[in-house]
């Protein structure tokens, strides 16, 4: 497994810090929780996409790209770390936005990503929040090539083989920090959406023999779809890298969807509570879609009783705080 032999634009700040979190741990009375500060990538505030950008930018350099194209929600952090990437590139932004703020206040429409999307200089175009993406994604291509320029299309959270990598990667990192510190880790745990960040892992933990298989939790989809979805792109990423693509087994692809509440992007208390029990323990943000709501699941399974005393969880922290700016409301005081 040579992940040097793909191409690489090396742009985030790398390794991420693995820390305890020593007040949590103590409040909850279970396993010994570790964070892993993948909000901290470096880029426009950070977060997991950085990692797949890495990968996917360069492959849109290769194939000689002078604009990209990706797709996302209002308040995507794919969104904005893209047009972060691009700016840092001088390559154009296209963000293909699905626009969920009918459901929301004018804040969850300008405020967070949106605005440091707008910031960095990204073209955004609102497509329905029922519209068929494939074509409207079709238009903006044939729109942008009519005008001369060559356009890259990044799939929806950088979720492909390439964005994968950047996860298969992060798997050695972690196993790397671990050993450096004679840390055996039982388990991780993270937010799951577009999948290839727990493919990626997966992917790169199977191939070193780990033993561990991460939790997802899913933020949208049910578990049995999402399972597959992940379980499809560690396939694809495994056949990508040069493996064999059942190197995945079907039961090293976990994923709980208990935790999305009424939907994504919609807010749950549960969230509430994790996001705001992580602020005034550790002093780390977490975020209203993902991140919040996958410490969540976290935070029940440790009450449930699902993991041992002793035991050694890393919560992955894939970023997104951002998106803190797009909810003032929910969290208490509004204004
Ligand atoms: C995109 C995202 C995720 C989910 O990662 P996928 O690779 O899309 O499954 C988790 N957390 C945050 C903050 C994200 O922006």
Redesign the pocket.
């Known amino acids: 497994m040579q992940l040097s032999r793909f191409p690489r634009l090396r742009l985030a700040h790398l390794p991420t810090p693995l820390e305890p979190l020593h007040r949590i741990s103590a409040s909850l009375g279970g396993p010994n929780l570790w964070i892993k500060r993948d909000d901290c990538t470096g880029l426009a505030t950070g977060?997991?996409?950085t990692r797949?950008l890495e990968f996917l930018m360069a492959d849109a350099l290769e194939r000689g790209a002078d604009c990209v194209i990706t797709l996302g929600a209002t308040q995507?952090?794919?969104a904005r770390q893209t047009a972060a990437f691009a700016a840092k590139l001088d390559l154009r932004c296209h963000l293909l936005i699905r626009d969920l703020g009918a459901e929301h206040d004018d804040h969850y429409r300008h405020n967070g990503n949106v605005l440091l999307d707008e910031l960095h200089g990204a073209t955004i175009t609102l497509a329905h929040a029922d519209a068929d993406m494939d074509a409207e994604l079709a238009q903006l291509i044939e729109r942008l090539v009519d005008d001369g320029m060559t356009p890259y299309v990044i799939p929806g959270?950088?979720?492909n083989e390439i964005g994968a990598l950047g996860?298969v990667d992060a798997a050695a990192e972690l196993l790397s920090q671990a050993n450096d510190r004679a840390l055996p880790i039982d388990h991780v745990v993270?937010?799951?959406?577009?999948?290839?960040?727990?493919a990626g892992l997966v992917v790169g933990l199977e191939a070193m023999n780990a033993g561990i298989s991460p939790l997802?939790i899913s933020?949208s989809a049910g578990k049995d779809e999402q399972e597959e979805k992940v379980l499809d792109l560690c396939r694809r990423t495994a056949e990508f890298m040069g493996l064999d693509g059942n190197l995945v087994a079907k039961d090293k692809v976990v994923v709980d969807s208990n935790y999305i509440g009424d939907g994504y992007g919609l807010p749950t208390e549960q969230m509430v509570e994790a996001v705001t029990m992580m602020a005034r323990l550790e002093g780390v943000l977490l975020?209203p879609?993902?991140?919040g709501k996958?410490f969540a699941g976290l935070i029940d399974l440790i009450r449930e009783g699902h993991f041992k005393a002793g035991e050694n969880v890393v919560f992955l922290h894939?970023?997104?705080s951002a998106?803190l700016f797009a909810y003032p409301g929910v969290f208490g005081r509004g204004y």
């Open positions: 977060g997991n996409k797949k995507s952090n794919h959270g950088g979720s996860y993270h937010a799951t959406g577009s999948a290839g960040t727990q997802g933020v975020d879609v993902y991140t996958a894939t970023g997104g998106g």
